[in-house]
């Protein structure tokens, strides 16, 4: 069982940056798929940035390319998400998630492959 807790949200400016950090207990975080998903006011939740459990592979939706970076520390328990030149578009509740098996780069952005999930943190750009 692995229980996620997100950190790191805040309000910031078009254009700045913030990083998102996801601890999780359980000893068996290190065998685990991890993504980051977003959501926002009358939208359903969407794919941003998943990593396998070695990090070797990454995915990335189209709209965060080149922005966002998912990273992750299994020594730490922790998977990070570092957002570069954020927009107002980005703006929702970010959630981390854990799915306990190796997925595709195309599967990695399945919700329904991730059966543990953090509850959110909220990320608002504006100005």
């Known amino acids: 069982q692995v229980q996620l807790g997100e950190s790191g949200g805040g309000l910031v400016q078009p254009g700045g940056s913030l990083r998102l950090s996801c601890a999780a207990s359980g000893r068996t975080f290190s065998t685990y798929t991890m993504g980051w998903f977003r959501q926002a006011p009358g939208k359903e939740r969407e794919f941003v940035t998943a990593?396998?459990?070695?990090?070797?592979?990454?995915s990335y939706a189209d709209l965060v390319k080149g922005r966002f970076t998912i990273s992750r520390d299994n020594a730490k328990n922790t998977v990070y998400l570092q957002m570069n030149s954020l927009k107002p578009e980005d703006t929702a509740v970010y959630y981390c998630a854990a799915a306990p098996l190796a997925l595709t780069n195309q599967a990695m952005g399945v919700t329904s492959y991730y059966n543990h999930w953090g509850q959110g943190t909220q990320v608002t750009v504006s100005s």
């Open positions: 990593i396998s459990w070695s990090g070797s592979m990454t």
